[in-house]
């Protein structure tokens, strides 16, 4: 099966709101916009019944090369994680 593309998703969601297509783009650019500030500035952005975007601290650890087998030293870092929510896990499984 293949994967929606970006205008196929924006198709179908202007034909189910009855929104033109500009109106859809906008909404969505606007909305991934506001994700990413809100995570930046508080850690974490909540859409309800869909999932959690948070960011989260990864301790530095040690790591492998796996071309030479050598040992070395990952760094420390900040990551973006996004989980799921319940209700989403429920309806997709």
Known sequence: MAKLTKSQV???????????????DSFLETLTALAY???????????PGFGK????HRKARMGVNPATG???Q????????????????????
Request: hydrophobic residues 45%; proline residues 0%.
């Open 74 to 93: 990952i760094a420390a870092k900040t990551v973006c994680k996004f989980r799921l929510s319940k209700a989403a896990k429920e309806a997709v499984l």
């Open 10 to 24: 924006l198709n179908a969601l202007a034909e189910k709101t009855e929104m033109s297509k500009k109106d859809v």
């Open 53 to 56: 975007m948070v960011k989260a």
């Open 37 to 47: 500030d809100e995570v930046k500035t508080n850690g974490e952005f909540v859409l």
């Open 70 to 72: 050598e040992k070395i």
